[in-house]
């Protein structure tokens, strides 16, 4: 099979043309090409005049594929293999079921890998499943009665599942493939396989989250709802099993000696515990900042010009990110084209705010966060946790501020830089199912964050111009895009209690549902190749 790169196709014009281009790469005839498989596609909007998608196909060709290769020069193309993911040999033999704490992405395929190796494993989840913590969550955002235990950020799918379904990720991992495809097999769309800025949509990752509960059981697995790890049981340095409250409330010992922990970036009673039983941890770098919403058309305008609501194109999104001279870096993260910005506390009387968008991104707003980096110097003292108690500030004066019932607080970008707190609305309307209070968000932010987001807003503006203009809405705060906690393990992604194996992005390996699965992965593979029980 060969791969050609950078087929440039006119909009409007589908895929007719696929078959052409990689014959014209290849310097064959048409008829030589027996199959064309889409392998990317992406868009090319720097010339607003004449935005073009960008294709990559494999190809399977008639003759002798080192031959037609020798007249094409790499990258333009070359040969390659359909992806196979390969299960590690097991060498485990021990005779307990081992433990997976939390069904978001790590733990899904965690618990996936287990079972597939015929080892059963037991996930427990704190949350509900999927269809009841949709009640759950849509209880909380009409009625403003939050379940702790059952929210945006706890439940079947982990908080990903109330995001945007967005599969973009940094990492070159080739698990990142098997990721992807195992989605498609639990009914995502198949064009995750080759955007170029995957995402599966809120509407649509429940199904496909159900779908992958269900292989899991089928292969011999088992996954509990609403059941809570309370500590892990420990004698001379090892895993001996967990406790844990089960759906009824009652406190259950069960015994293992391996338990991965995929228990998500909000579990911070689950970090606290095993602080307190001495499993090590540091704090690391995370991102504070605001959701900022403008009109999605101003956003399509922005970047596709003439061609914005073009059929082919979609809603647009970007990606912005500066260094103010005097200011720590901003950066946008976890853009929602047509979304909606939410509530997902998981704490009683903290506020706390994220993105969200359906498959179709056809909501009137589009909503991004505005980040700031906190390093581990920035806190004080040594305490490991201090970056959790920092979110739990922030989130308690939205709480307040917010008049104490779950809104959010938001500001006006023009009042925001100019030092006032708002008091109504311009042109932008929030989307927050919550409702919002207009005020002030340097309040709840810290000073260091203020003054960077006013710096890098003008600098973003020079990029898109009106970004930042002063009908746009901030609301605040955006705490929890990633853990400030990272529980150590060693090259056998174990910590150090041996058999529990820290894992995902709650355990501060992971950004994101692609690298939290490929983390999932590549732990079940390390409790297969571990011999010592």
Same mark, same amino acid.
């Given at each position: 099979?060969?791969?050609?790169?950078?087929?440039?196709?006119?909009?409007?014009?589908?895929?007719?043309?696929?078959?052409?281009?990689?014959?014209?790469?290849?310097?064959?005839?048409?008829?030589?090409?027996?199959?064309?498989?889409?392998?990317?596609?992406?868009?090319?909007?720097?010339?607003?005049?004449?935005?073009?998608?960008?294709?990559?196909?494999?190809?399977?060709?008639?003759?002798?594929?080192?031959?037609?290769?020798?007249?094409?020069?790499? $990258?333009?193309?070359?040969? &390659?293999?359909?992806?196979?993911?390969?299960?590690?040999?097991?060498?485990?033999?021990?005779?307990?079921?081992?433990?997976?704490?939390?069904?978001? $992405?790590?733990?899904?395929?965690?618990?996936?890998?287990?079972?597939?190796?015929?080892?059963?494993?037991?996930?427990?989840?704190?949350?509900?499943? +999927?269809?009841?913590?949709?009640?759950?969550?849509?209880?909380?955002?009409?009625?403003?009665?939050?379940?702790?235990?059952?929210?945006?950020?706890?439940?079947?799918?982990?908080?990903?599942?109330?995001?945007?379904?967005?599969?973009?990720?940094?990492?070159?991992?080739?698990?990142?493939?098997?990721?992807?495809?195992?989605?498609?097999?639990?009914?995502?769309?198949?064009?995750?396989?080759?955007?170029?800025?995957? @995402?599966?949509?809120?509407?649509?990752?429940?199904?496909?989250? /159900?779908?992958?509960?269900?292989? =899991?059981?089928?292969?011999?697995?088992?996954?509990?709802?609403?059941?809570?790890?309370?500590?892990?049981?420990?004698?001379?340095? *090892?895993? @001996?099993?967990? &406790?844990? &409250?089960?759906?009824?409330? @009652?406190? #259950?010992?069960?015994? &293992?000696?391996?338990?991965?922990?995929? %228990?998500?970036?909000?579990?911070?009673?689950?970090?606290?515990?095993?602080?307190?039983?001495?499993?090590?941890?540091?704090?690391?770098?995370?991102?504070?900042? *605001?959701?900022?919403?403008?009109?999605?058309?101003?956003?399509?305008?922005?970047?596709?010009?003439?061609?914005?609501?073009?059929?082919?194109?979609?809603?647009?999104?970007? /990606?912005?990110?500066?260094? $103010? !001279?005097?200011?720590?870096? *901003?950066?946008?993260?976890?853009?929602? !084209?047509?979304?909606?910005?939410?509530?997902?506390?998981?704490?009683?009387?903290?506020? #706390? +705010?994220?993105?969200?968008?359906?498959?179709?991104?056809?909501?009137?707003? *589009?909503?991004?966060?505005?980040?700031?980096?906190?390093?581990?110097?920035?806190?004080?003292?040594?305490?490991?946790?201090?970056?959790?108690?920092?979110?739990?500030?922030?989130?308690?004066?939205?709480?307040?501020?917010?008049?104490?019932?779950?809104?959010?607080?938001?500001?006006?970008?023009?009042?925001?830089?100019?030092?006032?707190?708002?008091?109504?609305?311009?042109?932008?309307?929030?989307?927050?199912?919550?409702?919002?209070?207009?005020?002030?968000?340097?309040?709840?932010?810290?000073?260091?964050?203020?003054?960077?987001?006013?710096?890098?807003?003008?600098?973003?503006?020079?990029?898109?111009?009106?970004?930042?203009?002063?009908?746009?809405?901030?609301?605040?705060?955006?705490?929890?895009?990633?853990?400030?906690?990272?529980?150590?393990?060693?090259?056998?992604?174990?910590?150090?209690?041996?058999?529990?194996?820290?894992?995902?992005?709650?355990?501060?390996? %992971?950004?994101?549902?692609?690298? %939290?699965?490929?983390?999932? =992965?590549? +732990?079940?593979?390390?409790?297969?190749?571990?011999?010592?029980?």
């Amino acid at each position: 099979m060969i791969r050609v790169n950078e087929i440039k196709i006119p909009l409007g014009r589908g895929t007719d043309g696929l078959k052409y281009g990689a014959a014209k790469a290849l310097h064959i005839r048409e008829n030589r090409i027996r199959e064309v498989r889409i392998a990317r596609r992406s868009v090319d909007s720097r010339k607003k005049d004449d935005i073009r998608l960008i294709y990559s196909v494999d190809v399977i060709v008639d003759g002798d594929e080192e031959e037609i290769l020798r007249h094409v020069g790499a $990258p333009r193309a070359f040969r &390659t293999e359909e992806y196979v993911y390969q299960m590690p040999e097991s060498r485990r033999n021990s005779s307990f079921r081992p433990i997976v704490v939390g069904f978001g $992405p790590a733990g899904m395929f965690a618990g996936l890998i287990l079972a597939k190796a015929g080892y059963r494993p037991l996930i427990l989840e704190r949350g509900g499943d +999927v269809d009841s913590r949709t009640r759950d969550v849509q209880n909380f955002w009409e009625k403003r009665v939050l379940d702790t235990e059952s929210n945006v950020q706890f439940g079947e799918g982990g908080a990903g599942t109330f995001s945007d379904g967005k599969l973009t990720t940094g990492i070159k991992d080739p698990r990142c493939r098997e990721v992807f495809l195992e989605f498609c097999r639990c009914g995502a769309p198949e064009e995750i396989l080759y955007d170029g800025k995957p @995402h599966i949509g809120t509407d649509r990752l429940g199904e496909v989250v /159900k779908n992958l509960r269900k292989k =899991i059981i089928a292969l011999g697995g088992e996954v509990c709802f609403r059941c809570r790890f309370d500590r892990l049981i420990v004698a001379n340095g *090892a895993v @001996h099993g967990i &406790t844990y &409250t089960d759906a009824d409330g @009652h406190s #259950v010992d069960y015994e &293992t000696d391996t338990v991965i922990l995929a %228990a998500g970036h909000s579990s911070r009673d689950t970090v606290r515990t095993l602080y307190q039983q001495k499993i090590t941890m540091a704090r690391k770098p995370f991102s504070v900042g *605001a959701r900022i919403e403008h009109p999605q058309a101003f956003i399509d305008t922005a970047q596709y010009g003439k061609y914005a609501g073009h059929p082919d194109l979609g809603a647009a999104d970007y /990606k912005l990110a500066c260094h $103010p !001279p005097h200011g720590r870096g *901003a950066y946008t993260f976890c853009m929602c !084209p047509g979304g909606t910005v939410v509530c997902a506390s998981s704490e009683e009387g903290g506020v #706390v +705010v994220n993105g969200m968008s359906n498959y179709a991104r056809d909501g009137r707003n *589009a909503n991004s966060a505005i980040l700031v980096g906190i390093e581990p110097e920035d806190l004080p003292g040594d305490d490991p946790l201090a970056g959790i108690e920092l979110q739990r500030r922030m989130e308690r004066a939205a709480f307040e501020l917010g008049g104490g019932n779950y809104s959010a607080v938001s500001q006006l970008v023009g009042d925001f830089l100019a030092d006032r707190p708002s008091t109504q609305l311009g042109s932008v309307i929030p989307t927050c199912p919550t409702g919002v209070t207009m005020g002030d968000i340097t309040r709840i932010l810290p000073e260091k964050a203020v003054r960077t987001m006013r710096e890098a807003l003008p600098q973003m503006d020079r990029k898109i111009r009106g970004f930042a203009m002063p009908d746009a809405v901030l609301t605040a705060p955006e705490s929890r895009s990633s853990s400030p906690v990272r529980l150590l393990r060693d090259e056998f992604y174990q910590s150090n209690v041996r058999g529990l194996y820290p894992c995902g992005e709650g355990a501060g390996y %992971a950004g994101g549902i692609v690298s %939290a699965a490929v983390d999932g =992965i590549r +732990v079940a593979e390390a409790v297969l190749k571990d011999e010592a029980y």
